[in-house]
């Protein structure tokens, strides 16, 4: 019995902290996603080497969890540099526990695709896209949210 729970733990483990194969998007790929998606999205724009936008992924993905049932889904769109995609970015992700969906911005020109997001976007991380395409609802912000402020988001996004 011993061997089994021995090998069954083992198991588990080897699954759990497993990277995950990051995808290499395009920002017309970023946008055919959203408009074919039917999950209220939340798209979280970070780097790894952004303090901030590392803090609060954590708990991105902890709210967005609690709210799956309410069909509420959570990218996380890396902006890192080409030379950390995609070993870098997976790496970090694994060590940090990630478990949302990553996929790396193959965008070299941040005044091409930042307006494409929205219109006042500076290009500064972290920032968020909040949308649901159920009831038109699309809210951006350009800064680090506390656990409350992205909450309250997606409540309204999914119209609680």
Do not use: H
Not at 27 to 35: I, V
Not at 93 to 120: H, M, N, Q, S, Y
């Amino acid at each position: 019995m011993k061997p089994f729970l021995f090998l069954l733990m083992i198991t588990t483990l080897s699954t759990q902290v497993q990277a995950q194969q990051i995808k290499r998007w395009k920002m017309n790929d970023l946008l055919q996603y959203m408009e074919q998606s039917d999950s209220a999205l939340v798209i979280n724009f970070w780097a790894t080497f952004c303090g901030p936008c590392v803090e609060e992924i954590p708990y991105f993905q902890s709210i967005s969890k609690k709210y799956k049932d309410q069909k509420v889904k959570l990218l996380l769109v890396s902006l890192d540099f080409k030379e950390y995609y995609p070993k870098k970015i997976a790496a970090f992700a694994k060590r940090f526990g990630f478990t949302a969906e990553i996929v790396w911005l193959d965008e070299e020109k941040p005044d091409d695709f930042c307006p494409k997001i929205d219109t006042a976007w500076s290009g500064a991380m972290p920032a968020t896209l909040f949308v649901n395409k159920a009831n038109l609802y699309r809210n951006f912000k350009e800064a680090q949210l506390k656990p409350g402020e992205v909450e309250a988001e997606i409540k309204k996004m999914i119209g609680l």
